[in-house]
């Protein structure tokens, strides 16, 4: 196996008390580009006095691959109100802004050193250092427009590892990207159960989802018009916003979809914020787009 360079170190910020005044910030905002895992919990709580230790250990091993935010709810009420906390400890692991994994109660130290791995892993800690070169070649090819040879070395990849995420979710994007959708569809449906939740994975879907919608898009210029005519006309702001993507201007598309989840957040069963997910599943977690899409998407929420 080939090692790339050195697991990444730990600094003074890596284990945090968090107020209501800086959540945002240290959590959800830091979570875009380092998993963020939140302790809730009290001074007055006996079982927390116990995970609490076990859960900075484990965080401090992965070396910065992962943070740590201890939210004292005695303290951040509106927070804990927020997130729905019932009962503590109560632990929550935010990845790009949003919750992804948790737990409530005192758990066996070895459940609370998996937990952390997953969380590690979800934030794209952990790879197959072996594979990393060929899976770069592989992505590089694929940004080129040469789908095909990329799809080869993706199969390749997993041939070595019949596991591993990020190819299994470049083998899938290789499809779509040569227009067989329905090849890129049998691929992710035959994805091992172990992987089928990975990141990699979730984020082929949502392009396979978006490249499904790009299918039957409307015109921009008559959907434009209509929203035009009537600004509260939600389902052809959506169609535009869908046809806003399917054009290229993924930027547009998630604006709309914001003035939809700022007029009426639970139109359509909360459809626009539904869309603005796919689409940032679908990005890179560092495009803008996505950064500040999220951003304001969470200013929205926790507002």
């Known amino acids: 196996m080939i090692e790339l360079g050195a697991a990444p170190q730990a600094d003074a910020t890596l284990i945090e008390d968090v107020t209501e005044a800086d959540f945002m910030a240290k959590v959800v905002e830091a979570s875009q580009t380092t998993p963020v895992i939140v302790d809730f919990w009290a001074p007055w709580c006996g079982p927390c006095k116990t995970m609490g230790p076990q859960l900075e250990a484990a965080v401090t091993a992965a070396k910065g691959a992962v943070r740590m935010a201890k939210v004292n709810v005695d ?6 109100g927020q997130m729905r906390i019932q009962s503590i400890p109560t632990v929550y692991a935010f990845w790009q802004g949003q919750p992804i994994d948790g737990f409530q109660g005192a758990v066996a130290e070895s459940e609370i050193k998996a937990f952390v791995e ?3 892993q979800a934030g794209g800690g952990d790879a197959s250092g072996g594979l990393d070169e060929a899976l770069t070649a592989a992505e590089e ?12 070395i993706f199969g390749a990849i997993l041939g070595e590892d019949p596991n591993h995420a990020a190819a299994y979710g470049g083998m899938v994007r290789s499809h779509i ?9 049998a691929v992710l449906n035959g994805a091992p159960a172990e992987i089928s939740k990975a990141p990699e994975l979730e984020a082929a ?7 499904k919608q790009a299918e039957n898009a409307g015109p921009v210029s008559e959907l434009r018009a209509q929203v035009d005519a009537n600004p509260d006309d939600h389902q052809a702001r959506f169609d535009l916003a ?3 993507h399917a054009s290229g201007d993924a930027e ?3 604006a709309e979809l914001l003035d939809i989840f700022r007029r009426d957040r639970e139109w359509n069963d909360g459809a626009a914020k539904a869309q603005l997910f796919t689409i940032f599943e679908a990005l890179k977690p560092n495009d ?3 950064l500040n899409g999220r951003r304001k998407l969470s200013s929205m929420i926790f507002a």
């Open 75 to 80: 303290e951040a009420q509106g927070i804990a």
């Open 252 to 254: 547009a598309a998630v």
């Open 205 to 211: 879907h949502a392009q396979l989802e978006l490249a």
């Open 242 to 244: 869908l046809a806003l």
């Open 288 to 290: 803008p787009v996505v």
């Open 118 to 120: 997953r969380v590690v």
């Open 141 to 152: 090819m694929l940004e080129q427009g040469a789908a095909a040879d990329a799809a080869q």
């Open 177 to 185: 990207a040569a227009g067989d959708l329905e090849q890129a569809e």
